[in-house]
């Protein structure tokens, strides 16, 4: 047996339950309780608002992975995983306040300078398009941060960045860092990518990876072909141009032909079908329409309209029955493009409130008929005993802005809301998710085929894993709406080349107030069964202010049954520490199973990078291959199931 192997045994799940034998393929949703809600007992419940994904690693070296949220506009907060699925607030303990304000995006741990301890990149904006916003580049210093990311060259202050991705691309043993953003309201361009040189600085090289458009979010690094040579596939923000795909096995990059271009929120790669190649899955979800309707609970309502001239000049608007007196919270989704009191008018009358949030009473009266021409603004009132009628008539732009207006409007009553109807456009119909398996190298499309849109939802990210543990990669979608939660989606890989649906996302299907932002796994409680942290304070474009300040999070953890699994630590020597750019291969009762370590990103969000793999029924695995990124391949035999291994690069 080649290299170290360490690793204590953890326990498996011994509850041997019926859901780890899928019947056959058919249309009906599956009904089984996968996951429980464990939000309370894990502490992170105390938060509402804003969210911009999650990102896990082990910050205090004891074994358990943590948890970083970024909160967007809000304070970040670091969780400490206590375990038994309860996590400490130790944000405060480790971090200083001026280090935690700003407009945050994602965020991504590793350990750039191979010390052994996980650092943190914090990305940020650029002051709403066109300012100047530094970077953070957390050193972990054991029992404190330190932002070094001015010292090291990328904080990147006119960068509009969104999702980070760490990365070796000159093969130095080094992390690079590749800072996805959007493209600047402005002319300007900074960079995206950093190389890592000598005393833990960086050197902005655009040249090693340069994105074909201005904007590109997000990236994730995968391999594609049989060689292992790692590949970087990047979401880009032009209509006619959405995905790149690059070959990062050698500088500059290489932009591979593989996939159509075609609109999606995020993607997950993985061997769906265990014939040692990767595959990917695209989550999508439809453009919003000019009215989006959303209920956070029964006695409130939140409505999101885009007021423009390619809307026309019909009013929009919406009718809801419910009790009087009304709670009324009227905004803005960017705080530029402020609302008038104005423009608000009340009932027959058509009075003004004395401002955005007030309580508007039963006698208000009906609305008067809005002729063409009628004023711009929102007109609210009452034109039946229990029946409220919202309309808005759209004005030209504001000033200088060639987009839309978007208003958001929260309506809130003592007793139920119902009879929610829209009286202007609503969504299409959603955007089916594509399923790309890989056929040595070549990409076929094989959604349909394999019942991944039996279902549709407005699909925002995506995760995927063994969550049953029978050997075979499994689907979680968090679903959207552009103010109101639809119910996730759980799609259980029968490994007969099908997806299944399970009811109600097996347990996890979110709902509630908000907007579906992010989904992330790690195996928070160490039984050897992947857990999942979703968020629901998606705070960007029209979902900024009313409708993700009821976002939260949700811990859901995987109730487990008598299969077996294993984890896998890797620890680079002549790669980087982190051994982020592996291939790693499971072999266990003749199947083998593959995993890339991408450092877990994919949009918005980072996964714990644990790599993990189910083993149904066998409890002893043949043979363990990791292909590193020094070019190295090593080679374990005969290791035991139920364990967490570490797997130490032979020097």
């Known amino acids: 047996m080649l290299g170290a192997v360490a690793g204590a045994a953890i326990v498996a799940a011994s509850a041997a339950l019926a859901w780890r034998f899928l019947p056959a393929f058919g249309s009906a949703p599956l009904a089984l309780n996968v996951f429980e809600d464990i939000t309370k007992l894990s502490g992170l419940d105390a938060y509402q608002g804003m969210t911009h994904g999650a990102a896990w690693a082990d910050f205090d070296g004891d074994g358990r992975p943590d948890v970083y949220v970024t909160n967007h506009l809000n304070a970040p907060r670091l969780y400490r995983n206590l375990g038994g699925g309860r996590f400490e607030d130790v944000t405060a303990r480790v971090f200083k306040p001026e280090h935690l304000q700003g407009d945050k995006h994602g965020a991504a741990w590793a350990d750039f300078d191979n010390d052994g301890r996980p650092d943190l990149v914090q990305l940020t904006g650029a002051i709403q398009g066109m300012g100047a916003e530094p970077k953070r580049l957390f050193h972990n210093l054991g029992d404190r941060f330190e932002d070094v990311a001015a010292a090291a060259g990328v904080d990147n202050l006119e960068g509009r960045t969104r999702s980070p991705l760490w990365l070796d691309l000159d093969g130095d043993g080094k992390l690079d860092l590749f800072q996805g953003a959007e493209a600047r309201l402005d002319a300007k361009t900074p960079p995206f990518t950093f190389l890592q040189r000598a005393d833990k600085r960086f050197e902005a090289f655009g040249a090693a990876l340069t994105p074909a458009k201005r904007g590109a979010p997000f990236c994730i690094l995968t391999t594609l072909a049989a060689d292992d040579k790692p590949v970087v596939v990047c979401r880009l923000m032009d209509p006619k141009a959405t995905v790149q795909v690059f070959d990062v096995s050698s500088l500059p990059a290489r932009t591979l032909d593989l996939l159509p271009q075609t609109a999606f929120e995020d993607i997950a790669a993985a061997d769906f079908d265990n014939d040692g190649q990767m595959d990917l899955f695209m989550v999508r979800k439809s453009p919003p329409a000019a009215l989006a309707l959303g209920r956070p609970s029964d006695n409130s309502v939140v409505a999101s309209m885009a007021l423009g001239a390619a809307h026309g000049e019909a009013p929009l608007g919406f009718t809801v029955h419910g009790p009087g007196p009304l709670q009324v919270q009227l905004g803005a989704s960017s705080t530029s493009e402020p609302v008038p009191v104005e423009r608000v008018h009340l009932g027959a009358q058509g009075t003004h409130p004395a401002a955005l949030r007030f309580e508007l009473p039963a006698s208000v009266g009906a609305l008067p008929a809005l002729a063409p021409g009628a004023a711009p603004g929102v007109y609210i009132g009452l034109t039946a005993p229990d029946r409220w009628d919202v309309r808005v008539v759209a004005g030209p732009p504001p000033a200088g802005k060639p987009h839309a207006q ?110 579906g932002d992010s989904v992330t796994t790690a195996d928070v409680d160490g039984d050897g069964f992947m857990d999942i942290l979703t968020a629901s304070g998606g705070s960007m474009g029209r979902s900024l202010g ?69 083993l149904a029924r066998n409890a002893q695995i043949e043979k363990i291959a990791v292909h590193w990124p020094s070019g190295a391949v090593q080679e374990l035999s005969g290791p035991k199931a139920d364990q967490v291994l570490k797997i130490r690069e032979t020097p």
Request: charged share 25%; hydrophobic share 35%; no cysteine.
């Open 546 to 614: 009313l409708p993700s300040d009821a976002g939260r999070y949700r811990l859901y953890r995987n109730k487990g049954n008598a299969n077996h699994w294993i984890e896998i630590d890797l620890e680079g020597t002549r790669s980087n520490r982190d051994g982020i750019g592996a291939v790693v291969r499971v072999t266990a009762g003749g199947v083998t199973q593959m995993r890339v370590q991408g450092g877990g990103m994919h949009h918005r969000s980072q996964n714990h990078t644990r790599l993990h793999f189910g």
């Open 406 to 515: 978007e208003l958001q409007l929260k309506l809130s009553a003592a007793g139920a809301l119902t009879k929610l109807e829209p009286t202007g456009p609503t969504a299409a119909e959603e955007a089916p998710a594509r399923l790309f398996m890989n056929r040595s190298g070549k990409f076929v499309e094989e959604s349909e085929k394999r019942g991944l849109n039996r279902r549709l939802v407005a699909g925002i990210n995506v995760v995927a894993a063994d969550f049953d543990n029978d050997m075979h990669v499994d689907l979680f979608v968090q679903a959207s709406g552009d103010v109101g939660l639809q119910d996730n989606l759980l799609l259980l890989n029968d490994g007969s080349g099908k997806f299944r649906i399970v009811k109600e996302a097996g347990g996890a299907p979110g709902g509630g107030g908000g907007v």
